[in-house]
């Protein structure tokens, strides 16, 4: 009966791939992707994402070790305000980062002065993929780093290794696994993101908002083309992250 019932809501979570197939024929998918311009949504969803990445390794990494290992004060504070902001709906996230870096604020007359612009410019977009992806990646990266003993970073610096190389040599390779992840599933969010994107980035068009203005304009069989283009894109370094980090458990 457990077996069956596992298997009702596999396929149930199946069901909208399996209709996106059903419903797509490859004279749509030529004829809609072979538009003019068709596929630029997608290379800016790809960059856009990319640098989103970039900027959670380089600013959240450290966040999540320090998290892992008990060195912030108040440290569960910490962790209920990463919380906070998974939980807020992208929408409103949007809504509220109008209030932070929009042109009348502090922060967007900072960025006035640097003739940048954090409302409907590239910029904007990477700003909101951050903020819909950041809790993702900091979160799935303090539990990567806490599945990391750490008496074999103390044993390594009673072997000479500074912090530095011991987190070098072997927190991070331990981690990494994890950290994959971590970082895939920052990926599918970052490219996917749309709540927060269309409030403060409604240009440049990423593929979320070609789906949806495409659906808005054309209606559902003109838009399923891009919605396939997206998990083509979305999907395989998720798939790739967790085929690595299931291995990586297997032989430990």
Same mark, same amino acid.
Not at 58 to 66: E, H, R
Not at 114 to 132: D, K, R
């Given at each position: 009966?457990?077996?069956?019932?596992?298997?009702?809501?596999?396929?149930?979570?199946?069901?909208?791939?399996?209709?996106?197939?059903?419903?797509?024929?490859?004279?749509?998918?030529?004829?809609?992707?072979?538009?003019?311009?068709?596929?630029?949504?997608?290379?800016?969803?790809?960059?856009?994402?990319?640098?989103?990445?970039?900027?959670?390794? /380089?600013?959240?990494?450290?966040?999540?070790?320090?998290?892992?290992?008990?060195?912030?004060?108040?440290?569960?504070?910490?962790?209920?305000?990463?919380?906070?902001?998974?939980?807020?709906?992208?929408?409103?996230?949007?809504?509220?980062? /109008?209030?932070?870096?929009?042109?009348?604020?502090?922060?967007?007359?900072?960025?006035?002065?640097?003739?940048?612009?954090?409302?409907?410019?590239?910029?904007?977009?990477?700003?909101?993929?951050?903020?819909?992806?950041?809790?993702?990646?900091?979160?799935?990266?303090?539990?990567?780093?806490?599945?990391?003993?750490?008496?074999?970073?103390?044993?390594?610096?009673?072997?000479?290794?500074?912090?530095?190389?011991?987190?070098?040599? /072997?927190?991070?390779?331990?981690?990494?696994?994890?950290?994959?992840?971590?970082?895939?599933?920052?990926?599918?969010?970052?490219?996917?993101?749309?709540?927060?994107?269309?409030?403060?980035?409604?240009?440049?068009?990423?593929?979320?908002?070609?789906?949806?203005?495409?659906?808005?304009?054309?209606?559902?069989?003109?838009?399923?083309?891009?919605?396939?283009?997206?998990?083509?894109?979305?999907?395989?370094?998720?798939?790739?992250?967790?085929?690595?980090?299931?291995?990586?458990?297997?032989?430990?």
């Amino acid at each position: 009966m457990s077996l069956a019932a596992a298997g009702v809501v596999w396929l149930a979570l199946l069901a909208p791939v399996v209709a996106l197939g059903a419903h797509l024929s490859p004279s749509a998918v030529r004829r809609s992707l072979g538009a003019p311009g068709a596929l630029s949504p997608l290379v800016v969803s790809v960059e856009s994402a990319a640098v989103s990445l970039a900027v959670l390794v /380089v600013a959240g990494s450290p966040l999540a070790y320090l998290l892992a290992r008990g060195r912030l004060p108040l440290g569960r504070l910490w962790e209920a305000g990463l919380l906070v902001t998974l939980m807020m709906p992208p929408l409103v996230v949007g809504l509220l980062l /109008v209030f932070v870096v929009g042109p009348h604020t502090a922060v967007g007359g900072w960025l006035g002065r640097l003739h940048l612009s954090a409302t409907n410019t590239f910029l904007a977009l990477v700003i909101a993929e951050v903020y819909e992806s950041a809790p993702y990646y900091v979160l799935g990266a303090q539990s990567a780093f806490e599945a990391v003993d750490p008496a074999l970073e103390q044993q390594a610096a009673m072997l000479g290794d500074p912090p530095r190389r011991a987190w070098r040599r /072997v927190t991070l390779p331990l981690a990494a696994p994890g950290l994959a992840m971590a970082l895939a599933t920052a990926w599918a969010r970052a490219i996917g993101a749309f709540g927060a994107v269309i409030i403060i980035a409604y240009h440049p068009y990423g593929l979320p908002l070609m789906i949806w203005t495409t659906l808005q304009e054309e209606g559902l069989a003109a838009a399923l083309p891009f919605a396939l283009v997206l998990l083509v894109v979305a999907l395989p370094l998720p798939l790739a992250a967790y085929a690595w980090s299931a291995r990586a458990r297997r032989r430990s």
